[in-house]
DNA sequence: CTTGACCCTGGAGTGCACTCCACACTTATA
DNA sequence: TATAAGTGTGGAGTGCACTCCAGGGTCAAG
């Protein structure tokens, strides 16, 4: 598929793909048939990758931390124990993210409940639930 | 206490403390007693403030949004619904954070555990744990 | 009263992630 | 064959969140 449909089916804007290509996270193929079509082809893997880019940004993760990220996935792609090690470390990365955002969600819980309550006793205080 | 100090306190340095105050961010007293003192005074409650700062960056609120939220938290004081309000934003922006979270976290750890059980059967797809 | 540590303001610079633009080429349609 | 729509490259510009620096004021110690 051509770029704008690319485009259509990621949601992504044209020049944000570009942008991706030039940094090297997308890798759609060039010239397939003896120089017939001079446009660059996406197929459905870059479909998977680019949603895999957009919610690993959505965890945190920096356009260059994505990259060296696949790379070294891709690279440890048959060493099982590397490749499991990275894994093990995004699950860790994770983990914290999730922890502090349960602490802010419980607090936030907690605020509404006191209000509610027609705020008996003190509020709830941000320090009580350490993020 | 002075800049110093609270930048020790809080972690952060004097710079972007000071990018926090032209922000509007925080609000430290100035020149308490009778133009003696040409330093602004950090309080308490701002240690707690910065950490509240720290805590929604992490949750991937913008300073700007940051800044609005609170201002709106001030204002509806008085108000319990729209205070209310406000927070169930927070928390059902949140909760659909913790959701990707979660789903990707899922994602991880069957992949983790497909390649610890010898590969069998086709890998795990993103597109299984929708995010 | 000088020295050094600390404070303030204003403005410039940085890295990231886009976003926009000018210009040139290719391809489908009238 | 003219024209419009789509594609590629290179480079400039934008908004955000800092980060650094010059120039100048304040204050406590010696």
Chains 1, 2 share one sequence.
Not at 26 to 40: E, M, T
Not at 52 to 59: F, K, N, S, V, Y
Not at 101 to 117: C, N, Q, R
Request: with cysteine.
């Amino acid at each position: 598929m051509l770029i704008s449909e690319f485009a259509k089916v990621t949601g992504l804007p044209v020049d944000t793909i570009r942008f991706y290509i030039a940094k090297g996270l997308l890798k759609p193929d060039r010239s397939l048939k003896g120089g017939s079509n001079p446009y660059q082809l996406f197929k459905p893997e870059d479909v998977t990758a680019a949603r895999m880019i957009r919610l690993q940004q959505t965890l945190g993760y920096t356009l260059g931390e994505i990259l060296a990220l696949n790379e070294e996935y891709r690279a440890g792609e048959h060493s099982s124990e590397r490749t499991i090690e990275v894994l093990q470390l995004q699950i860790e990365r994770l983990q914290q993210r999730k922890e502090a955002l349960d602490a802010a969600l419980t607090f936030l819980h907690s605020k509404v409940d006191w209000i509610k309550s027609g705020k008996p006793g003190s509020a709830p205080r941000l320090e009580d639930y350490q993020c």
